[in-house]
Protein backbone atom coordinates (compact mmCIF):
# COMPACT_ATOMS: atom_id res chain seq x y z
CA UNK A 1 0.00 0.00 0.00
CA UNK A 2 1.44 3.43 -0.83
CA UNK A 3 2.37 5.63 1.58
CA UNK A 4 -0.16 8.32 3.36
CA UNK A 5 -0.99 11.83 2.22
CA UNK A 6 0.88 14.02 4.44
CA UNK A 7 4.17 11.88 4.11
CA UNK A 8 3.83 11.81 0.23
CA UNK A 9 3.05 15.57 0.76
CA UNK A 10 5.88 16.33 2.79
CA UNK A 11 8.41 13.91 0.51
CA UNK A 12 7.69 16.46 -2.84
CA UNK A 13 7.84 19.21 -0.48
CA UNK A 14 11.20 18.61 1.90
CA UNK A 15 11.70 15.12 0.27
CA UNK A 16 14.74 17.44 -1.86
CA UNK A 17 16.74 19.61 1.24
CA UNK A 18 20.32 19.49 0.78
CA UNK A 19 20.95 18.93 4.40
CA UNK A 20 24.53 17.56 3.97
CA UNK A 21 22.98 13.99 5.57
CA UNK A 22 20.62 12.38 4.38
CA UNK A 23 19.27 11.33 7.48
CA UNK A 24 18.32 14.95 8.55
CA UNK A 25 16.43 15.11 5.68
CA UNK A 26 13.89 12.28 6.80
CA UNK A 27 13.68 13.81 9.89
CA UNK A 28 12.82 17.09 8.22
CA UNK A 29 9.89 14.94 6.21
CA UNK A 30 8.83 13.40 9.05
CA UNK A 31 8.30 16.43 10.91
CA UNK A 32 6.77 18.18 8.25
CA UNK A 33 4.74 15.20 7.95
CA UNK A 34 3.74 15.02 11.50
CA UNK A 35 2.70 18.67 11.14
CA UNK A 36 0.62 18.41 8.25
CA UNK A 37 -1.28 15.73 10.16
CA UNK A 38 -1.82 17.69 13.58
CA UNK A 39 -1.03 21.62 12.57
CA UNK A 40 -0.22 23.75 15.97
CA UNK A 41 2.27 26.07 17.12
CA UNK A 42 3.80 24.04 19.51
CA UNK A 43 6.00 20.78 18.89
CA UNK A 44 4.55 19.39 21.73
CA UNK A 45 1.21 19.60 20.38
CA UNK A 46 2.08 18.04 17.01
CA UNK A 47 4.32 15.11 18.47
CA UNK A 48 2.23 13.26 21.18
CA UNK A 49 5.27 10.64 21.16
CA UNK A 50 7.96 10.99 23.04
CA UNK A 51 10.67 10.38 20.40
CA UNK A 52 9.03 11.71 17.86
CA UNK A 53 8.83 15.01 19.87
CA UNK A 54 12.87 14.74 20.86
CA UNK A 55 13.91 14.03 17.37
CA UNK A 56 12.26 17.27 16.22
CA UNK A 57 13.47 19.11 19.36
CA UNK A 58 16.87 17.93 18.22
CA UNK A 59 16.68 19.01 14.31
CA UNK A 60 15.61 22.33 15.42
CA UNK A 61 18.27 23.08 17.73
CA UNK A 62 21.00 21.55 15.92
CA UNK A 63 23.46 23.44 13.87
CA UNK A 64 24.37 21.21 10.89
CA UNK A 65 20.87 22.53 9.73
CA UNK A 66 19.64 26.16 8.97
CA UNK A 67 16.47 27.97 8.15
CA UNK A 68 17.52 29.59 4.93
CA UNK A 69 17.89 25.63 3.56
CA UNK A 70 14.48 24.69 4.85
CA UNK A 71 12.82 27.26 3.27
CA UNK A 72 15.24 26.91 0.12
CA UNK A 73 13.68 23.66 -0.21
CA UNK A 74 9.69 24.92 0.13
CA UNK A 75 10.53 27.69 -2.40
CA UNK A 76 12.44 24.76 -5.10
CA UNK A 77 9.02 23.29 -4.64
CA UNK A 78 6.98 26.43 -4.97
CA UNK A 79 9.01 26.98 -8.61
CA UNK A 80 8.69 23.80 -10.02
CA UNK A 81 4.66 24.00 -9.67
CA UNK A 82 5.53 26.99 -11.41
CA UNK A 83 6.79 25.58 -14.26
CA UNK A 84 4.12 25.35 -16.39
CA UNK A 85 2.24 28.34 -16.11
CA UNK A 86 3.56 31.45 -18.67
CA UNK A 87 2.81 34.05 -15.87
CA UNK A 88 3.00 33.95 -12.20
CA UNK A 89 1.45 36.26 -10.01
CA UNK A 90 4.00 36.88 -6.72
CA UNK A 91 2.36 38.88 -3.78
CA UNK A 92 5.46 39.93 -1.27
CA UNK A 93 4.21 41.72 1.57
CA UNK A 94 5.89 42.32 5.13
CA UNK A 95 4.25 40.75 8.62
CA UNK A 96 5.74 40.08 11.85
CA UNK A 97 5.19 37.39 14.85
CA UNK A 98 4.32 38.19 18.03
CA UNK A 99 6.21 35.53 20.41
CA UNK A 100 6.50 35.31 23.89
CA UNK A 101 9.35 36.35 25.52
CA UNK A 102 8.40 37.69 28.98
CA UNK A 103 11.87 37.52 30.49
CA UNK A 104 13.62 39.26 26.98
CA UNK A 105 16.21 36.69 26.95
CA UNK A 106 15.14 35.31 24.05
CA UNK A 107 16.78 37.69 21.33
CA UNK A 108 13.66 38.75 20.36
CA UNK A 109 13.39 42.38 18.44
CA UNK A 110 10.26 44.57 18.31
CA UNK A 111 7.46 44.25 16.91
CA UNK A 112 4.60 47.20 16.40
CA UNK A 113 4.29 49.95 17.76
CA UNK A 114 7.72 50.52 20.08
CA UNK A 115 5.58 52.17 23.22
CA UNK A 116 3.66 49.05 23.65
CA UNK A 117 6.35 46.58 24.19
CA UNK A 118 5.70 43.81 22.19
CA UNK A 119 9.16 41.11 21.10
CA UNK A 120 8.90 38.83 17.93
CA UNK A 121 10.53 38.79 14.58
CA UNK A 122 9.71 40.68 11.42
CA UNK A 123 9.34 39.24 8.05
CA UNK A 124 9.27 40.22 4.07
CA UNK A 125 7.96 37.14 2.46
CA UNK A 126 6.99 36.46 -1.07
CA UNK A 127 4.18 33.27 -2.40
CA UNK A 128 3.33 31.79 -5.57
CA UNK A 129 -0.10 32.12 -7.48
CA UNK A 130 -1.17 31.28 -10.85
CA UNK A 131 -2.96 34.12 -12.90
CA UNK A 132 -6.55 32.25 -11.97
CA UNK A 133 -5.52 32.54 -8.25
CA UNK A 134 -4.60 28.92 -7.14
CA UNK A 135 -1.68 29.36 -4.59
CA UNK A 136 1.78 27.24 -5.26
CA UNK A 137 3.72 28.11 -2.15
CA UNK A 138 6.24 30.27 -1.00
CA UNK A 139 9.02 31.47 -2.45
CA UNK A 140 10.69 33.39 -0.13
CA UNK A 141 11.19 34.46 3.02
CA UNK A 142 13.53 37.15 5.25
CA UNK A 143 13.58 37.85 8.52
CA UNK A 144 15.13 40.12 11.45
CA UNK A 145 14.82 41.56 14.61
CA UNK A 146 14.04 44.82 15.27
CA UNK A 147 16.42 46.78 17.79
CA UNK A 148 14.28 47.59 20.42
CA UNK A 149 15.24 51.43 20.58
CA UNK A 150 14.78 52.85 16.99
CA UNK A 151 17.51 55.71 15.36
CA UNK A 152 16.60 59.36 15.42
CA UNK A 153 14.29 60.49 12.80
CA UNK A 154 17.35 62.81 11.58
CA UNK A 155 19.65 59.56 11.39
CA UNK A 156 17.45 57.46 9.18
CA UNK A 157 18.01 59.82 6.31
CA UNK A 158 21.63 59.58 6.49
CA UNK A 159 21.29 56.09 6.51
CA UNK A 160 22.20 53.70 3.27
CA UNK A 161 19.52 51.29 1.85
CA UNK A 162 21.53 48.12 3.73
CA UNK A 163 21.12 49.57 6.70
CA UNK A 164 17.33 50.19 6.68
CA UNK A 165 14.76 47.87 6.93
CA UNK A 166 13.89 48.77 2.76
CA UNK A 167 17.13 45.90 2.51
CA UNK A 168 14.48 43.15 3.52
CA UNK A 169 12.62 44.19 0.57
CA UNK A 170 15.00 44.09 -1.76
CA UNK A 171 16.55 40.88 -0.51
CA UNK A 172 13.39 38.99 -0.79
CA UNK A 173 12.43 40.76 -4.88
CA UNK A 174 16.19 39.21 -5.30
CA UNK A 175 15.14 36.20 -3.82
CA UNK A 176 12.17 35.65 -5.78
CA UNK A 177 14.36 37.03 -9.29
CA UNK A 178 17.05 34.43 -8.83
CA UNK A 179 14.33 31.49 -8.64
CA UNK A 180 12.74 32.86 -12.02
CA UNK A 181 15.99 32.85 -13.87
CA UNK A 182 15.80 29.44 -13.57
CA UNK A 183 12.39 29.36 -15.33
CA UNK A 184 12.94 31.44 -18.38
CA UNK A 185 9.63 30.69 -19.79
CA UNK A 186 7.73 31.87 -16.93
CA UNK A 187 7.20 35.24 -16.33
CA UNK A 188 6.47 37.10 -12.72
CA UNK A 189 3.88 39.61 -12.05
CA UNK A 190 5.25 40.84 -8.49
CA UNK A 191 2.38 42.67 -6.45
CA UNK A 192 3.42 45.12 -3.43
CA UNK A 193 1.22 46.92 -1.30
CA UNK A 194 1.67 50.26 0.53
CA UNK A 195 4.28 49.11 2.67
CA UNK A 196 6.39 48.45 -0.68
CA UNK A 197 6.32 51.91 -2.01
CA UNK A 198 9.77 52.71 -1.56
CA UNK A 199 11.58 54.82 -3.97
CA UNK A 200 14.32 52.03 -3.40
CA UNK A 201 12.11 49.19 -4.16
CA UNK A 202 10.90 50.99 -7.35
CA UNK A 203 14.08 51.82 -8.33
CA UNK A 204 15.29 48.04 -8.46
CA UNK A 205 11.71 46.83 -10.03
CA UNK A 206 12.03 48.82 -13.06
CA UNK A 207 15.57 47.26 -13.93
CA UNK A 208 13.79 43.32 -13.83
CA UNK A 209 13.08 41.91 -16.82
CA UNK A 210 9.67 41.15 -14.83
CA UNK A 211 6.00 43.17 -14.37
CA UNK A 212 5.45 44.23 -11.03
CA UNK A 213 2.56 47.15 -9.39
CA UNK A 214 3.08 48.42 -6.59
CA UNK A 215 0.01 50.60 -4.81
CA UNK A 216 1.12 53.97 -4.26
CA UNK A 217 1.57 54.40 -0.61
CA UNK A 218 2.00 58.82 -1.02
CA UNK A 219 0.95 61.57 -3.69
CA UNK A 220 4.14 61.10 -5.35
CA UNK A 221 6.07 64.03 -7.05
CA UNK A 222 6.32 63.35 -11.10
CA UNK A 223 8.57 65.06 -13.89
CA UNK A 224 6.97 66.50 -16.72
CA UNK A 225 9.47 68.38 -17.94
CA UNK A 226 12.96 70.44 -17.92
CA UNK A 227 15.34 69.49 -15.92
CA UNK A 228 15.66 67.62 -12.57
CA UNK A 229 17.25 70.34 -10.51
CA UNK A 230 16.30 73.73 -11.06
CA UNK A 231 18.26 76.41 -11.57
CA UNK A 232 18.77 79.62 -10.36
CA UNK A 233 17.81 81.71 -13.58
CA UNK A 234 15.44 79.83 -14.84
CA UNK A 235 12.86 78.55 -11.60
CA UNK A 236 9.70 77.48 -13.11
CA UNK A 237 12.12 74.46 -14.54
CA UNK A 238 12.06 73.21 -10.72
CA UNK A 239 8.05 73.39 -10.87
CA UNK A 240 6.75 70.78 -8.31
CA UNK A 241 3.88 68.11 -10.14
CA UNK A 242 2.26 66.17 -7.75
CA UNK A 243 0.44 62.56 -9.61
CA UNK A 244 -3.51 62.41 -8.32
CA UNK A 245 -3.76 66.14 -9.19
CA UNK A 246 -1.93 64.95 -12.80
CA UNK A 247 -4.09 61.92 -13.13
CA UNK A 248 -7.16 64.06 -12.54
CA UNK A 249 -6.50 66.21 -15.57
CA UNK A 250 -6.78 63.00 -17.20
CA UNK A 251 -9.97 62.17 -19.17
CA UNK A 252 -11.73 59.26 -17.81
CA UNK A 253 -10.76 56.00 -19.40
CA UNK A 254 -13.72 54.22 -18.33
CA UNK A 255 -15.64 52.48 -15.68
CA UNK A 256 -16.74 48.87 -14.42
CA UNK A 257 -18.49 47.42 -11.96
CA UNK A 258 -16.95 45.70 -8.74
CA UNK A 259 -18.90 43.78 -5.95
CA UNK A 260 -17.63 44.25 -2.86
CA UNK A 261 -18.07 41.93 0.16
CA UNK A 262 -19.40 43.01 3.37
CA UNK A 263 -16.93 43.96 5.88
CA UNK A 264 -15.91 46.25 9.20
CA UNK A 265 -19.95 46.50 9.34
CA UNK A 266 -20.74 47.25 6.46
CA UNK A 267 -23.00 45.64 4.07
CA UNK A 268 -22.24 44.06 0.65
CA UNK A 269 -22.75 46.77 -2.50
CA UNK A 270 -22.13 46.96 -6.01
CA UNK A 271 -19.01 49.85 -6.76
CA UNK A 272 -18.98 51.86 -9.91
CA UNK A 273 -15.23 52.39 -10.76
CA UNK A 274 -14.11 55.53 -12.83
CA UNK A 275 -10.42 54.62 -14.03
CA UNK A 276 -7.75 57.07 -15.15
CA UNK A 277 -4.53 56.35 -16.56
CA UNK A 278 -1.33 58.31 -17.57
CA UNK A 279 2.44 57.10 -18.38
CA UNK A 280 4.65 59.56 -15.82
CA UNK A 281 8.04 59.71 -14.90
CA UNK A 282 8.15 59.34 -10.83
CA UNK A 283 10.42 61.55 -9.41
CA UNK A 284 13.44 59.48 -6.61
CA UNK A 285 15.29 61.84 -4.66
CA UNK A 286 17.51 60.40 -2.15
CA UNK A 287 17.79 62.72 0.20
CA UNK A 288 21.20 61.14 1.64
CA UNK A 289 23.15 62.21 -1.50
CA UNK A 290 20.40 64.38 -2.66
CA UNK A 291 20.52 62.53 -6.12
CA UNK A 292 17.22 62.60 -8.21
CA UNK A 293 16.06 59.69 -10.76
CA UNK A 294 13.36 59.04 -12.34
CA UNK A 295 11.38 56.15 -13.31
CA UNK A 296 8.92 55.86 -15.95
CA UNK A 297 5.52 53.55 -15.05
CA UNK A 298 1.91 53.46 -15.88
CA UNK A 299 -0.14 54.86 -13.13
CA UNK A 300 -3.66 53.10 -12.84
CA UNK A 301 -6.23 55.08 -10.47
CA UNK A 302 -9.36 53.17 -10.05
CA UNK A 303 -11.86 55.41 -7.90
CA UNK A 304 -15.62 54.28 -6.58
CA UNK A 305 -17.91 56.84 -8.16
CA UNK A 306 -20.24 58.77 -5.22
CA UNK A 307 -19.03 55.70 -2.61
CA UNK A 308 -20.50 55.86 0.88
CA UNK A 309 -19.72 57.85 3.82
CA UNK A 310 -20.27 57.74 6.95
CA UNK A 311 -19.29 59.62 10.28
CA UNK A 312 -17.31 58.36 13.30
CA UNK A 313 -18.18 58.77 16.60
CA UNK A 314 -15.90 61.76 16.88
CA UNK A 315 -18.05 63.49 14.30
CA UNK A 316 -15.64 63.36 11.50
CA UNK A 317 -16.67 62.14 8.10
CA UNK A 318 -14.73 59.45 6.68
CA UNK A 319 -15.39 57.64 3.17
CA UNK A 320 -14.15 54.49 3.13
CA UNK A 321 -14.83 54.44 -0.59
CA UNK A 322 -12.99 52.13 -2.93
CA UNK A 323 -9.11 53.93 -3.95
CA UNK A 324 -6.22 52.38 -5.65
CA UNK A 325 -3.49 53.88 -7.66
CA UNK A 326 -1.34 51.58 -8.68
CA UNK A 327 2.24 52.18 -10.40
CA UNK A 328 3.16 49.40 -13.12
CA UNK A 329 5.43 48.92 -15.87
CA UNK A 330 2.75 46.48 -17.75
CA UNK A 331 1.60 48.04 -20.47
CA UNK A 332 -1.33 49.73 -20.78
CA UNK A 333 -3.37 51.67 -22.82
CA UNK A 334 -6.81 50.55 -23.15
CA UNK A 335 -9.53 50.08 -20.06
CA UNK A 336 -9.62 46.64 -20.60
CA UNK A 337 -5.47 46.55 -20.19
CA UNK A 338 -6.30 48.55 -17.03
CA UNK A 339 -8.40 46.71 -15.24
CA UNK A 340 -6.27 43.29 -15.76
CA UNK A 341 -4.11 45.79 -13.77
CA UNK A 342 -6.32 45.77 -11.54
CA UNK A 343 -7.88 42.41 -10.91
CA UNK A 344 -4.19 40.97 -10.75
CA UNK A 345 -3.61 43.32 -8.04
CA UNK A 346 -6.42 42.17 -5.84
CA UNK A 347 -4.48 38.73 -5.95
CA UNK A 348 -2.20 40.18 -3.30
CA UNK A 349 -4.90 39.31 -0.79
CA UNK A 350 -3.98 35.56 -1.48
CA UNK A 351 -0.75 36.75 0.48
CA UNK A 352 -2.88 37.92 3.80
CA UNK A 353 -5.12 34.31 3.21
CA UNK A 354 -1.49 32.70 3.92
CA UNK A 355 -0.28 34.92 6.77
CA UNK A 356 -4.16 34.34 8.76
CA UNK A 357 -3.75 30.18 7.81
CA UNK A 358 0.04 30.81 8.97
CA UNK A 359 -0.40 32.90 12.30
CA UNK A 360 -3.70 31.76 13.58
CA UNK A 361 -6.16 29.98 11.14
CA UNK A 362 -4.26 26.60 10.99
CA UNK A 363 -0.85 26.64 12.23
CA UNK A 364 -0.80 29.04 15.20
CA UNK A 365 3.07 29.67 14.50
CA UNK A 366 2.80 32.72 17.29
CA UNK A 367 2.33 30.14 20.28
CA UNK A 368 5.59 28.35 19.74
CA UNK A 369 7.98 28.16 22.62
CA UNK A 370 11.21 27.62 21.12
CA UNK A 371 14.01 29.82 22.73
CA UNK A 372 16.16 31.30 19.50
CA UNK A 373 15.01 33.11 16.10
CA UNK A 374 17.04 30.68 14.21
CA UNK A 375 14.95 27.91 15.73
CA UNK A 376 11.53 29.69 15.44
CA UNK A 377 12.40 29.97 11.89
CA UNK A 378 13.07 26.43 11.28
CA UNK A 379 9.69 25.25 13.25
CA UNK A 380 7.85 28.68 10.98
CA UNK A 381 9.26 27.24 7.64
CA UNK A 382 7.67 24.01 7.75
CA UNK A 383 4.44 25.20 8.88
CA UNK A 384 4.78 27.72 6.22
CA UNK A 385 4.19 25.06 4.05
CA UNK A 386 1.69 23.38 6.03
CA UNK A 387 -0.29 26.57 5.86
CA UNK A 388 -0.08 27.12 2.31
CA UNK A 389 -1.11 23.22 1.62
CA UNK A 390 -4.37 24.16 3.21
CA UNK A 391 -4.95 27.43 1.20
CA UNK A 392 -4.23 25.18 -1.90
CA UNK A 393 -6.71 22.85 -1.56
CA UNK A 394 -9.35 25.66 -0.17
CA UNK A 395 -8.95 27.69 -3.65
CA UNK A 396 -8.67 24.92 -5.62
CA UNK A 397 -11.97 23.81 -4.66
CA UNK A 398 -12.98 27.31 -6.00
CA UNK A 399 -11.09 27.99 -8.92
CA UNK A 400 -10.77 24.37 -10.22
CA UNK A 401 -13.81 22.57 -8.64
CA UNK A 402 -13.83 20.41 -11.78
CA UNK A 403 -10.10 18.78 -11.44
CA UNK A 404 -9.77 15.29 -10.27
CA UNK A 405 -9.16 14.84 -5.98
CA UNK A 406 -6.35 12.40 -7.14
CA UNK A 407 -4.28 15.24 -8.30
CA UNK A 408 -3.67 16.73 -5.00
CA UNK A 409 -5.04 13.68 -2.58
CA UNK A 410 -3.21 10.35 -2.78
CA UNK A 411 -5.72 6.77 -2.87
CA UNK A 412 -4.68 6.33 1.03
CA UNK A 413 -6.92 9.58 1.73
CA UNK A 414 -9.37 8.68 -0.43
CA UNK A 415 -10.31 5.51 0.39
CA UNK A 416 -9.95 7.44 4.24
CA UNK A 417 -12.28 10.12 2.70
CA UNK A 418 -14.77 7.38 1.62
CA UNK A 419 -14.93 5.67 4.55
CA UNK A 420 -16.06 8.79 6.44
CA UNK A 421 -17.98 10.23 4.11
CA UNK A 422 -20.51 6.70 4.00
CA UNK A 423 -20.98 7.07 7.83
CA UNK A 424 -22.18 10.88 7.18
CA UNK A 425 -23.96 9.97 3.86
CA UNK A 426 -27.96 10.61 3.17
CA UNK A 427 -30.19 8.17 2.43
CA UNK A 428 -30.03 7.15 -1.19
CA UNK A 429 -26.76 9.78 -1.55
CA UNK A 430 -24.38 8.13 -4.07
CA UNK A 431 -20.56 8.58 -3.42
CA UNK A 432 -18.43 8.55 -6.72
CA UNK A 433 -15.02 6.64 -6.09
CA UNK A 434 -13.42 9.45 -7.47
CA UNK A 435 -14.79 12.69 -6.90
CA UNK A 436 -13.88 15.82 -7.80
CA UNK A 437 -11.76 18.31 -5.84
CA UNK A 438 -14.63 20.21 -4.97
CA UNK A 439 -16.41 17.70 -3.63
CA UNK A 440 -13.50 15.73 -2.32
CA UNK A 441 -12.90 19.46 -0.28
CA UNK A 442 -16.43 19.96 0.57
CA UNK A 443 -16.44 16.03 2.46
CA UNK A 444 -13.00 17.31 4.37
CA UNK A 445 -14.85 20.00 5.41
CA UNK A 446 -17.25 18.57 6.29
CA UNK A 447 -15.47 16.46 8.65
CA UNK A 448 -14.33 19.87 10.02
CA UNK A 449 -17.51 20.74 11.08
CA UNK A 450 -18.79 23.07 7.56
CA UNK A 451 -22.63 23.09 7.67
CA UNK A 452 -22.97 23.76 4.15
CA UNK A 453 -25.09 27.50 3.37
CA UNK A 454 -25.21 28.22 7.17
CA UNK A 455 -21.34 28.14 7.25
CA UNK A 456 -22.02 31.41 5.64
CA UNK A 457 -20.05 30.32 2.15
CA UNK A 458 -18.12 28.00 0.57
CA UNK A 459 -15.65 25.82 2.60
CA UNK A 460 -12.99 27.96 4.10
CA UNK A 461 -9.26 27.00 5.62
CA UNK A 462 -10.23 26.51 8.99
CA UNK A 463 -12.72 23.84 8.76
CA UNK A 464 -10.28 22.28 5.49
CA UNK A 465 -7.90 22.21 8.56
CA UNK A 466 -9.63 20.39 11.13
CA UNK A 467 -11.47 18.20 8.63
CA UNK A 468 -7.58 16.91 7.30
CA UNK A 469 -7.02 16.28 10.83
CA UNK A 470 -9.61 13.67 11.73
CA UNK A 471 -9.24 12.43 7.92
CA UNK A 472 -5.21 11.81 9.12
CA UNK A 473 -6.32 9.59 11.97
CA UNK A 474 -8.65 7.31 10.08
CA UNK A 475 -6.04 6.82 7.32
CA UNK A 476 -3.54 5.64 9.91
CA UNK A 477 -6.29 3.12 11.47
CA UNK A 478 -6.93 1.78 7.73
CA UNK A 479 -3.41 1.38 7.15
CA UNK A 480 -2.54 -0.03 10.46
CA UNK A 481 -5.63 -2.71 9.53
CA UNK A 482 -3.92 -3.20 6.47
CA UNK A 483 -0.37 -4.33 7.55
CA UNK A 484 -1.77 -6.40 10.22
CA UNK A 485 -3.77 -8.43 7.67
CA UNK A 486 -0.99 -8.66 4.81
CA UNK A 487 1.08 -10.10 8.25
CA UNK A 488 -1.30 -12.83 8.66
Given at each position: ????????????????????????????????????????????????????????????????????????????????????????????????????????????????????????????????????????????????????????????????????????????????????????????????????????????????????????????????????????????????????????????????????????????????????????????????????????????????????????????????????????????????????????????????????????????????????TEHVMKWAAILAAVAMRAERLKHLARENPDASARDELSSLELEALLVLKKRQAKRG????????????????????????????????????????????????????????????
Amino acid sequence: MDQDGATEWAREEFGNADLGDRRRCERLVAMAAGAARRPAGRVTQVFAQAAARQGAYDFLESEHSSAREILATVADASRRRALPEECVVIPIDGTSLSLADHAEKKGFGSVGSRERGARGIKIVDAIAVTAAGLPLGVLAMRWWSRPIVGPPARDRQLMTPDEKEVQHWLGAIDDVQKLLDEAPSTRGWLQLDREGDSQHVLEKLSTSRHWFTVRSNSDRRIHLRGRLRARPDRPDWGTRHYLRPHLRKQPILGRYRLDVPARDGRPARRAEMLVRLAAVQVLLRDRRTSKRRVVTVNAVWAQEFRGPRRTSRSGETKTPALDWLLLTNYPVTTLSAATHVISTYALRWRIEDFHRAWKSGVCNVEETQLRKTEHVMKWAAILAAVAMRAERLKHLARENPDASARDELSSLELEALLVLKKRQAKRGEKLSRSPSIATAVRWIAELGGYTGKSSGGPPGVLTISRGLEQLQIAEAVIAALAKRQRKR
